[in-house]
């Protein structure tokens, strides 16, 4: 059990390290941890996070190697800045083909 909780926070340090999430954190969203999707080996290949400020879920998936991506039906959703975000905060302005996924639920 505790294995298995190691391999799941090692899987969301990936997570939160790849592009596609470090991209909707530049674009104002405050990502909390939320549910999780799994194959019959445990291994996840959906997560989602939820934005604290604005309330859009959006869900990652896992494109096999801990290749993350947002997924499809996030997409919308994630090409947005957030709309619960600081006036004045700065944002990075993504390329538009930055984005590869948005909101699932």
């Known amino acids: 059990m505790i294995e298995a909780g190691v391999k799941l926070a090692e899987t969301r340090r990936r997570l939160r390290e790849c592009e596609a999430f470090a991209l909707q954190v530049r674009l104002g969203h405050d990502l909390k941890d939320g549910p999780i999707l799994t194959s019959v080996t445990d291994q996840p290949f959906e997560m989602s996070f939820k934005c604290s400020r604005c309330g859009v879920t959006l869900w990652f998936e896992d494109k096999g190697s801990q290749r993350w991506r ?22 990075d302005h993504p390329i538009s083909t930055a984005v590869a996924g948005a ?3």
């Open 70 to 91: 947002l997924h499809a039906e996030s997409r919308e959703h994630g090409a947005q800045i957030c709309r619960g975000r600081i006036v004045g905060e700065p944002i």
């Open 103 to 105: 909101s699932r639920r």
